[in-house]
């Protein structure tokens, strides 16, 4: 996608493939949603067997594809993510909390995960009621390969702040990477009820149905709803929705002999 591509041209920090994006400090409201694709995990991730014409599982995350492979279909390592934005604080917070967030967020921006780590988990101390701080604290830990750990801070995300958009996709990510592709659904549909257009998780959703459910027919309505949203365009996920046409076509052309 050109502007993932575009992203990692800026930012690529070691095998992280990492961060991308600004975020506003700790306000009353949602800013905009920044896009990234995060590490992969593949040692700790439990993918399902990739159905038949599928790429095997095994890029990482925003790598590109070797010379002469198929470009047309999403790899099993798709999803799209963003570095999490400190989002719906009801409650006035401190000078001090608000330093502390920022430092955190780019500490995670600059790929030092040790302190973005530090920051944040002293948040999740001194101000258990925010949800911001449990959701990046969760992406750090999913950049750092502890997926188990990422899961339940970004489940505390969700639970402390369950209607926020932002924090389901992220936690559909974390469930995505550790095999657990129903509740990864579950969590990218409650991002989407939430914000009926929010792009990514729209798109993420549509690579779970491709790669991981087999659903092609739902993976084309999700890539199909994903481009009317994208007015600029997305070529890399035109060709998705252009292969699963394509291969529906036969079955198509197949029924229709049988009938006549």
Do not use: H
């Not at 095998?15 to 593949?42: D, I, M, N, Y």
């Not at 038949?52 to 047309?72: D, I, M, S, V």
């Not at 027919?217 to 035109?238: F, I, Q």
């Amino acid at each position: 996608m050109r502007f993932v591509d575009s992203l990692l041209r800026l930012t690529c920090v070691g095998a992280l493939g990492l961060l991308a994006s600004g975020c506003a400090v700790l306000t009353g409201s949602e800013p905009a949603k920044p896009a990234q694709e995060p590490a992969r995990t593949a040692a700790q991730t439990a993918p399902a067997k990739p159905a038949p014409g599928k790429p095997e599982p095994a890029k990482p995350e925003g790598a590109k594809p070797a010379a002469g492979a198929q470009a047309t279909a999403p790899t099993a390592a798709g999803a799209v993510a963003e570095v999490v934005p400190p989002i719906e604080v009801e409650t006035p917070v401190s000078r001090a909390v608000q330093l502390t967030f920022e430092a955190g967020r780019q500490a995670l921006i600059g790929g030092r995960l040790d302190d973005a780590e530090r920051y944040f988990l002293a948040l999740t101390k001194s101000n258990p009621e925010l949800g911001g701080p449990y959701a990046n604290l969760g992406v750090v830990y999913r950049l750092k390969q502890r997926l188990e750990e990422s899961v339940a801070a970004l489940e505390k995300a969700v639970q402390i702040n369950p209607k926020n958009a932002v924090f389901f996709n992220q936690l559909g990510i974390s469930y995505r990477m550790v095999g657990q592709f129903t509740k990864a659904r579950d969590a990218y549909e409650k991002a989407i009820e939430l914000d009926p257009n929010y792009t990514l998780a729209l798109l993420n959703l549509g690579i779970l149905y491709d790669v991981y459910l087999w659903d092609g027919k739902r993976a084309l309505e999700l890539y199909d709803r994903y481009l009317s949203l994208s007015p600029n365009g997305d070529d890399k996920v035109k060709k998705w929705a252009s292969d699963l046409r394509n291969r529906n076509q036969p079955r198509s052309l197949a029924a229709r002999k049988d009938q006549g």
